[in-house]
């Protein structure tokens, strides 16, 4: 076994202890940490935005400047792709 | 990619309109339904591969063209911004929902609770929900038509230099 191998396996379980040690530390399945949070948006979404659909309303009202962010990616991605591919189109 | 047989450019023929009004439905019932702007855009989009896939992308930037595409993917932009400064204007903040509540369009405040669902509520959701639509409908398709162009394109120069 080479120095590199050493280090490879090293390092590997040191990952692998670091990602058992935070499965055990998680919470059980379905039972999320209770926040105040997901309640006022479940209990207000209807009343103070006028959507069914919460989700919705938490993406573009309560939430809108991640939204503005995604689209602002998704400008940038087509703004380079075009860009990058513009010269193939003239020559 | 070059064009298909005539089998596939007819079942595509057949089968577009279809997936384009349940992306279309996606789009305009964001506010009632799962799904919404960017998911309905995403199956839009989708039926646009559809037809690059079997009419070629030299036909498809003939009919359509990606500059036409940028344009529509800058409104899209342009109008959920300014959605999103009107609020500023009306409401107190950034993104402030000043449709919902008042007279207008998209006004109504529906029940607490599970309802029918009625399409005229949701302030400026619904409207948000079309400009995003548009806008990655646009975004999506121009960057897979412009790849495929340019592979294409490059496929058919190295065709040159070896034959």
């Known amino acids: 076994m080479s120095r590199r191998d050493m280090f490879a396996v090293v390092f590997f379980s040191i990952v692998c202890m670091f990602f058992i040690f935070s499965a055990l530390l998680m919470h059980p399945f379905g039972s999320p940490d209770e926040t105040d949070m997901d309640d006022m948006i479940i209990k207000n979404t209807q009343r103070e935005t006028g959507a069914n659909n919460g989700v919705t309303s938490v993406v573009f009202d309560y939430r809108g400047f991640d939204t503005l962010g995604e689209a602002t990616i998704l400008f940038t991605a087509v703004a380079g792709v075009v860009l990058l591919f513009r010269r193939m189109k003239e020559t | 990619m070059s064009e298909m047989s005539k089998i596939v450019r007819t079942i595509a023929a057949i089968v577009f309109p279809f997936i384009m009004i349940y992306g279309l439905y996606v789009i305009a019932h964001g506010h009632?339904?799962?799904?919404?702007?960017?998911?309905?855009?995403?199956?839009?989009?989708?039926?646009?591969?559809?037809?690059?896939?079997?009419?070629?992308?030299?036909?498809?930037?003939?009919?359509?063209?990606?500059?036409?595409?940028?344009?529509?993917?800058?409104?899209?932009?342009?109008?959920?911004?300014?959605?999103?400064?009107?609020?500023?204007?009306?409401?107190?903040?950034?993104?402030?929902?000043?449709?919902?509540?008042?007279?207008?369009?998209?006004?109504?405040?529906?029940?607490?609770?599970?309802?029918?669902?009625?399409?005229?509520?949701?302030?400026?959701?619904?409207?948000?929900?079309?400009?995003?639509?548009?806008?990655?409908?646009?975004?999506?398709?121009?960057?897979?038509?412009?790849?495929?162009?340019?592979?294409?394109?490059?496929?058919?120069?190295?065709?040159?230099?070896?034959?």
């Not at chain 2, 204007?89 to 309802?115: C, E, H, R, T, Y």
């Not at chain 2, 948000?128 to 409908?137: D, E, H, L, P, R």
């Open chain 2, 32 to 163: 009632l339904t799962p799904g919404g702007g960017f998911q309905g855009g995403a199956i839009v989009a989708s039926a646009c591969a559809l037809l690059l896939v079997a009419y070629g992308s030299m036909w498809t930037m003939r009919r359509i063209g990606e500059k036409r595409l940028s344009v529509f993917e800058s409104i899209g932009a342009f109008f959920f911004i300014a959605l999103a400064l009107l609020g500023l204007f009306f409401g107190a903040v950034f993104f402030n929902n000043f449709l919902a509540g008042s007279s207008f369009l998209f006004g109504d405040i529906p029940m607490v609770g599970s309802n029918t669902g009625d399409m005229n509520t949701g302030g400026v959701l619904p409207l948000m929900n079309f400009a995003v639509g548009i806008k990655v409908v646009a975004g999506l398709f121009v960057i897979i038509l412009v790849m495929a162009y340019a592979s294409n394109h490059m496929e058919k120069k190295r065709g040159e230099k070896q034959g």
